[in-house]
């Protein structure tokens, strides 16, 4: 049980920087891995950026170099730092959090509401 709140979206001119942020609450014990997708219209939703509990992360080779995931436990928040913003990268970014249920060991998945990142040429 994660509940996921996102923030930080917002409008840039293309070569700017937005930081952001998914602040996790409830059973925060039991993630195993923290994400970032996006998805623009009339596409799929992809993986960006991911964090696992043990602090080994992964990026999307449309972002490598540029995009940057951080976490702060004593915060339980994770972040998103998104520099030389391209065109390309305008979508709606969601938070993403897998959590593995004690008793059974199922693997859940839960998700922010989602915030805007679009990027002006």
């Known amino acids: 049980q994660v509940h996921l709140v996102e923030s930080g979206g917002g409008l840039v001119q293309a070569g700017g920087s937005l930081r952001l942020s998914c602040a996790a609450s409830?059973?925060?014990?039991?993630?195993?891995?923290m994400g970032w997708y996006r998805q623009a219209p009339g596409k799929q939703r992809e993986l960006v950026a991911a964090?696992?509990?043990?602090?080994?992360?992964n990026y999307a080779d449309s972002v490598k170099g540029r995009f940057t995931i951080s976490r702060d436990n004593a915060k339980n928040t994770v972040y998103l730092q998104t520099n030389s913003l391209k065109p390309e990268d305008t979508a709606v970014y969601y938070c993403?959090?897998?959590?593995?249920?004690?008793?059974?060991?199922?693997?859940?998945?839960?998700w922010g509401q989602g915030t805007q990142v679009t990027v002006s040429s």
């Open positions: 409830g059973s925060i014990f039991s993630i195993k891995a």
């Open positions: 964090i696992t509990r043990g602090g080994r992360t």
């Open positions: 993403n959090a897998k959590e593995q249920e004690q008793s059974t060991y199922s693997l859940y998945d839960y």
